[in-house]
């Protein structure tokens, strides 16, 4: 990209922190002066509030959202749940961090089709890709947009498949039913949940860490011991673990942007809801507004067959956009000709995907540039 001064940059950080600044500052403060920098207070604190906030039993904060993937799947196979050789359901269209554990862990990534309209997992149509071999599938809830149909997870629950989320891309996004655990927010609805605070998500921490939620006291056991070396109590593993843990200073971080996550999300809305309503262009789908759940956006995804030309257009009108994703994971060098599954759409879509700025503009700016976005002739 060109290093010009975009009027509407497609993410600044700073920006992002700049309304926390002083209390991440004190938060900070507090930390080095505490004396403790992993696993106290903080840690502690963060892990009850966000497990209330989500309404999940059991928060272990971990280090980031890929490993919060591989404690989930390592402690399903450690509590015999699953076994090497197990094939997992996924959405081909997601983020290659959502499979990289499944297959470094011997299990199987098949890949599914996402729906047309929200292209998340299409739950309607599961049922195809399920064999004899599947044991659990993996949600996503891309985007920020809930993946989730009770009745339909229920159904795969009693035939003994274990429904894992990917939840990096949507704290505090509600489902249209309730979960497993009787929360409707994404994060406690299925077996367990994996989340990511990489600094860009929505709810960003100033370095990496994630979380696993689960309402299951064995699974997170398996996964707080995991996270640590194995080791259930001091100096006794009984795994070969890893060290996964999140650590003081980013925990004091999270705790004070939770506070004002359902501001961002309520922020986030706005916007999406301003560029929906104000995008009109016949060459330019918007991403589907649902009533009967609650969105958070982490990236607003327009698609459109003439997506190049619209992104030059765009960037010459001083538009940042982005891309998620333009190479989906089956297609990525290191897991080329090796994942099997339906990629009908997944494909085609890849060229279509358009992200427009969302973290850091006001209603006011999405008007704006849905104003350019019109006025754009391919
Ligand atoms: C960000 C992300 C991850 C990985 O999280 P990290 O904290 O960066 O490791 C996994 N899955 C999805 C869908 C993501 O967006």
């Given at each position: 990209m060109s290093d010009?001064?975009?009027?509407?940059?497609?993410?600044?950080?700073?920006?992002?922190?700049?309304?926390?600044?002083?209390?991440l500052k004190e938060a900070a403060a507090r930390v080095i002066d505490s004396g403790r920098y992993i696993g106290g207070e903080e840690v502690h604190s963060f892990e009850s509030e966000l497990a209330h906030y989500v309404g999940a039993r059991y928060c272990i904060g971990v280090s980031n959202g890929l490993d919060a993937i591989r404690l989930i799947f390592r402690a399903c196979i450690e509590s015999g749940?699953?076994?090497?050789?197990?094939?997992?359901?996924?959405?081909?269209n997601t983020y290659i961090a959502s499979i990289l554990p499944i297959a470094e862990l011997?299990?199987?990534p098949v890949a599914a089709p996402p729906a047309r309209d929200d292209m998340n997992l299409d739950l309607q149509r599961i049922e195809n890709y399920i064999n004899p071999?599947?044991?659990?599938?993996?949600?996503?809830?891309?985007?920020?947009?809930?993946?989730?149909?009770?009745e339909i997870c229920d159904t795969l629950r009693q035939r003994g498949l274990l429904i894992i989320e990917d939840n990096a891309q949507a704290i505090g996004a509600i489902a249209s039913s309730e979960g497993f655990s009787g929360s409707k927010f994404t994060g406690a609805l299925g077996d367990a949940a994996a989340l990511s605070f990489y600094p860009t998500k929505n709810l960003g921490a100033l370095g990496d860490g994630g979380a696993v939620l689960t309402s299951d006291a064995e699974l997170a056991a398996a996964v707080r011991a995991l996270a640590n070396y194995g080791s259930d109590t001091r100096y006794h593993n009984i795994y070969r673990g890893y060290n996964n843990r999140l650590d003081e200073l980013q925990a004091a971080f999270l705790r004070i942007k939770l506070q004002d996550l359902e501001n961002e999300t309520r922020r986030r809305r706005e916007i999406a809801g301003a560029y929906g309503s104000a995008i009109s262009n016949p060459d330019v789908l918007t991403p589907k507004i649902f009533t009967d759940r609650r969105q958070v956006w982490h990236q607003y995804v327009i698609r459109s067959p003439h997506r190049d030309a619209l992104r030059d257009y765009l960037?010459?009108?001083?538009?940042?956009?982005?891309?998620?994703?333009?190479?989906?994971?089956?297609?990525?060098?290191?897991?080329?000709?090796a994942i099997s599954g339906d990629f009908t759409y997944t494909d085609s879509m890849a060229d279509t995907l358009l992200s427009l700025p969302i973290a850091n503009i006001s209603g006011d700016d999405a008007l704006q540039i849905a104003g350019v976005i019109n006025r754009f002739r391919p």
């Open positions: 010009k001064i975009e009027k509407y940059p497609f993410l600044d950080l700073y920006k992002s922190n700049a309304p926390y600044a002083e209390a749940r699953l076994h090497p050789g197990d094939e997992v359901i996924y959405p081909a011997g299990l199987i071999h599947t044991r659990a599938i993996l949600l996503v809830h891309l985007y920020g947009s809930p993946c989730w149909d009770k960037s010459a009108n001083s538009i940042a956009t982005d891309i998620h994703y333009a190479v989906p994971p089956h297609l990525q060098p290191c897991f080329r000709g």
